[in-house]
């Protein structure tokens, strides 16, 4: 009996479990940014409007606003579907240690709230209220957007670090919330988080106007909704840099196996080489660049120190390997890259008070919207897959929290027919909006009679 | 009072304004399904769009709250729901996905064909969404979902009598619902050809869902004896005479047209189902389960009570002015055009 849980819990419903929530959480994540650092840009191309005059702001922070209206629609849905697969897909994490993380979770509501109210009065009321009450209708938004992102990932933290319960036979008997939600792998996912959503929405706007501006839209409207998302994105790229490397030490006191299978290392030594790129084969790490002793300078300040590898760790509770050091190289790559683009920006900037001519520096921002959109999913799949097999680290296996009722794959299926058809339908929209010329009143208004209605 | 029966007390209020709002937004998305043709359902398209927009999503965050606080504060009844009844959620978050989206997309689409598309994927879900979600209080009512994981039959658990006629009823209340606010909603905007339209609408939706309650009633005599005895006889006795007025009031209302009064009647006639049902079951949650055995621990209540009274600081005036803001008399859309760039 207990076998026969054990082999369906390994089974293809246990895999598709998984893919599900993967697929739902990496298309909610890149709606999520834009929740999260779209308010702000808008407001303050509202501001920028509305202090100079300067109509191309304000034409801007309509077309932002409008493009606002889908992505909240489609977040909240997206997320919606989340808070349901929590319970569908992981009940055995739900029903022990849902209580755990209901902190975070009830002030992520209150957040949401906060966030659905305001985007209503902010979008529809644009034309009813003066401008400066519209712009402070808009700070609520800001506020709750990097609320919620806080909140969420601080609950995801904790399964990384779970912390603040005791259990006995089974039960949960005695939870400090705010040390469950305040636990050790909070403060740096937190910042990594919300920096990468400013990240991620200033490089795909601006990408969107460098792509406009290659084909010869050079006015001032296209250089400013190149130039406002791409300063912001700019300026916090060396930041999320620095989190970045704070996260690694992190994961190295506290996480040392997942660390291993970043780095793709397979003994326990001192002085430890860092490898770049590499595949494992039977066991082994090949093909590798070795910089010597760099990850034991890495990651203790000291060339000689002691790093943990898989080996600490029997094979059936190690990460898959290839899977996470890849994920790995790519963000760290894709944030180096980035950072080339954005010191370019930033020298030229200074030296001019003009952003580069030259159509390359263009074509770099052209990708950098796709290219950060990768390092956020690599990110992610690097704290993800990187805590298997665990869903709750060195507490609960993922196998003995899914669901155990057959069929998951049919739901597994459907979701994704429902997810590519929502993906296309997205593009499909925000694709007609970029091209529509003029520009409502009240960025949700039209909808009565400017329509020629169905 | 103990925390737990707070926390299922605001877990219960939560679901409440959940059914009255979210299921006004659904019964919307009903009516635009049977406006009629593309041209001649045109207005009553029209009045539902613009009452639902800057709306639904703050009405939709209901759901979430309800979520998450069943998982807060009665995680094994959270797993046990979610983990039989996952074929019927499923179904309902697809839907939620289809017609949030949808009604979106369909705003800010401009040609004949993409609004088609749209409307009818939002009116559709709004069939839908609410009768699944109605199977599954069906399911809980019926006592067919047991403790533990998977623990019940992944289809009879909400393919069966009580669980058909409660979603049958979720589409005919939120239908019901929304006829009686598009009627109010109507007059406010100075068309009174369509609060007629609507107000009979309201009329023919109430005496239908009349009907069906009183056949569910005899439905969950047989399929769930136990709630039935309770409704009729017991502590929830009060709650469903208090419907069943409300209701019969809201009729009489509708019909000497006070849309504004009908709107409270209306709400109270089906929160009061919703209390009675709840009282009717307590304490226990699920088959065996009391809300004691299945309650979080008191810190974790105590921790998620307590923000969320600090929340409600903010969040009674933020919605108390959107709803204000938007049900404000105002100039109909059409004049405002004039300006637009
Ligand atoms: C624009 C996106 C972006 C960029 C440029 C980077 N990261 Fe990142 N990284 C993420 C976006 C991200 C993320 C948002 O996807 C993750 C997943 C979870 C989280 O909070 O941040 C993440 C996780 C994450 C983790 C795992 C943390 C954990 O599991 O506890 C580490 C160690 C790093 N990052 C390290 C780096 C380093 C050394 C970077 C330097 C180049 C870097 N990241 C750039
Ligand atoms: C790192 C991960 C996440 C971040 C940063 C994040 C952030 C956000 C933000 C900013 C929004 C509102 C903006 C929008 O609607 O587009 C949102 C919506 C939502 N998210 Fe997420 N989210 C994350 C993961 C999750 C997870 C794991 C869940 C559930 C378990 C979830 C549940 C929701 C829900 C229910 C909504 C809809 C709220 C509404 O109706 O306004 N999110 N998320
Ligand atoms: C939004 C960004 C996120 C992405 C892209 C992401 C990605 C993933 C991936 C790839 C998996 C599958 C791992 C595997 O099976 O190998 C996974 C699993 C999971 N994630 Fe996340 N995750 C995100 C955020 C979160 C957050 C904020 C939470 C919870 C608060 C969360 C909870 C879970 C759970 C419960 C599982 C399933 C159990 C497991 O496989 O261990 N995730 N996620």
Redesign the interface.
Known sequence: MIAGVVAAADGPDFLAARMQMALSLGWHIIVACFGVGMPAMTLFAEWRGHRTGDLHYA?LARRWA?AM??L???G??????L??????LW??L???????I??P??????A???E??????Y???W??LPPRAHMLTGI?IVVAGVASAFFVVSANAWMQRPTGFQVSGGR???????AAMFNPATPHLTVHMILAAFMVTGFVMASVYAVAMLRGRRDRYHRLGLLVPLAIAAAVTPVQIGVGDWAAHSVADGQPVKLAAMEGLFRTGRGVPLHLGGIVLKGELRYALEIPKALSLLTHWDPDAEVIGLDAVPPQDRPPVNVVHWAFQVMVAVGFALLALSIWLGVVWWRRRDPPRSRWFLRAVAVSGVASVLALESGWIVTEVGRQPWVVYGVLRSAAAV??????VW?FV??TV?YTV?TI??VY?LR??AA?Q?????P??????????? | MPLPEIMLGVLWVGLTAYVLFGGADFGGGVWDLLAGRAEGGRPRRDLIEHSIGPVWEANHVWLIFVIVLMWTGIPPVFAALSSTLYIPLTLAALGIIARGAAFAFRKVSTELPQRRLFGAAFAFSSVATPFFLGTVAGAIASRRVPAGIAKGDLVTSWVNPTSVVAGVMAVGTAAYLAAVFLTRDAQRVGDERLAEDFRRRALGCGIVVGVLSAAGLAVLAWDAPRLFAELTSGRALPLLVLSVAAGLLSLVLLWRRAYVAVRLTAALAVAGLLWGWGVGQYPELLPGVTLRDAAATDSVLAASLGALAVGALLLVPSLWWLYATFQREHTAPAAREHDRR
Do not use: C, H, K
Not at chain 1, 76 to 81: D, F, R
Not at chain 1, 83 to 88: A, K, Q, R
Not at chain 1, 172 to 178: A, E, H, K, L, Q
């Open positions: 034409l409008r209206g889908v909240f629609a489609v909240a849905v997206s997320g919606t579907i808070s349901f697969e929590m319970g569908l009940p055995g739900m029903g022990v240690y849902g209580e755990v209901g902190l979770f009830s002030l992520e509501g209150i949401f709230f906060i659905a109210i305001f985007v209503g009065v979008l529809y009321a034309d009813r609520p949960i008997v005695d939870v400090d919330p705010w669901n155990p009722a057959p069929g998951l739901g459907l979701v429902v929502l339908a997205t929209v007609r909006l529509d003029p520009v409502p009143v009240a949700q208004e039209r909808d009565v009679t400017s329509f020629r209605i169905v």
